[in-house]
């Protein structure tokens, strides 16, 4: 960050770029709204026609300017007055602030415009990735293969070509082992370790209770019976409360963070994972105490993704030079010799 020496004085250059930056990004914002709500429908994204979600009524171009025609119509649309979901300005202006805080990373005029781009590029699948998981539980296979194809062809360009994209950091090796570092571990968890935890501790309680609840649906009268499995079946619920959900991670969540790995490196990929995590960790207890006050009879199980791509976004930031400092907490200094 800050301007060197080199372009002192180019102060209103710099805004410039960062205000065409801002616009730019609104309007990817506004394509990605798109994408986070017809890819997962499987409809087609070319397809025109923008109307109303209440009343139909096909919206004009001068109410499509991202950002600040909801501002205009302070979230309501000028036909019927109905709200519009305030996830269009969220989507949108997230996405513009990201891409200027990328390009306040790097100093345009001496490193270029390439690897910014390359990076925003990635951080704009993140959040189709990251809304369509919350709102589906499902990541769509083709975003996924977009992230893992930016990913390469960064790579490939910034080894390639590194005078193009000086403000890289992360070489092809960071990157090769970045793209095992976090999702074999996530593999192993995944596929190996919840199902024998759920086979282990979960699974019996799991199984009881759902046959006794069939069993209850099938019944009719028999009161003392009814009672009796009742009773049976409370038992179970409280011990699987007790255990709680069993979390695991979905193929997409293991592919998100190979391709996470190979864009920002290894170092950046394990400061995601972590950060995820921790976010995860906290929602889970904040579901946890809900579920305990309510009746509700387990906490739902929750999608990891939207977590994994906060992490990745916050690690495109601060991620390899926060691992850098944690290296250099953890290493004992050497002491000079004469
Ligand atoms: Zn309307």
New binding site residues.
């Given amino acids: 960050m800050g301007f060197s020496a080199y372009t002192e004085g180019l102060t209103g250059y710099y805004i410039g770029i960062y205000i065409m930056v801002f616009l730019f990004g609104i309007t990817i914002g506004s394509f990605l709204n798109v994408c986070i709500y017809r890819l997962p429908t499987g409809e087609s994204l070319t397809k025109k026609n923008s109307h109303?979600?209440?009343?139909?009524?096909p919206i004009k171009w001068y109410d499509l300017v991202p950002v600040f025609s909801w501002l205009f119509l302070r979230g309501k649309?000028?036909?019927?007055?109905?709200k519009i979901s305030g996830r269009y300005i969220l989507v949108e202006s997230l996405t513009g602030i990201l891409f200027v805080l990328t390009f306040i990373g790097f100093d345009v005029i001496v490193d270029g415009l390439l690897y910014p781009a390359l990076l925003c590029l990635f951080i704009a699948g993140l959040i189709v990735i990251g809304f369509e998981d919350y709102d589906t539980q499902q990541m769509t296979v083709g975003v996924l293969l977009y992230l893992a194809a930016v990913a390469a062809v960064t790579r490939m360009l910034t080894t390639l070509l590194p005078k193009a994209a000086r403000g890289c950091d992360v070489t092809a090796t960071d990157g090769l082992i970045g793209m095992f570092a976090v999702s074999v571990p996530f593999l192993i968890f995944g596929f190996v370790l919840t199902p024998l935890i759920y086979s282990l501790f979960v699974s019996e309680d799991s199984k009881a209770a759902r046959k006794i609840k069939k069993r209850l649906a099938k019944m009719s009268g028999n009161d003392k019976e009814r009672a009796k499995l009742q009773k049976e079946l409370d038992r179970h619920l409280s011990e699987i409360k007790k255990t709680g959900p069993v979390y695991g991670f979905g193929m997409g969540d293991i592919i998100l963070m190979a391709a996470g790995g190979l864009m920002y490196g290894w170092k950046a990929a394990a400061v995601a994972a972590f950060t995820a995590i921790i976010l995860g960790a906290l929602y889970a207890l904040v579901l946890r105490i809900k579920a305990s006050r309510s009746d509700s009879e387990a906490v739902k199980a929750f999608a990891f993704g939207p977590f994994l791509t906060v992490g990745l976004v916050f690690a495109s930031f601060f991620g390899t030079s926060l691992m850098d400092l944690y290296i250099d907490f953890i290493t004992v200094p050497s002491i000079p010799t004469m």
Wanted: charged residues 10%.
């Fill in positions: 109303c979600m209440t009343c139909g009524t649309c000028r036909a019927c007055g109905s």
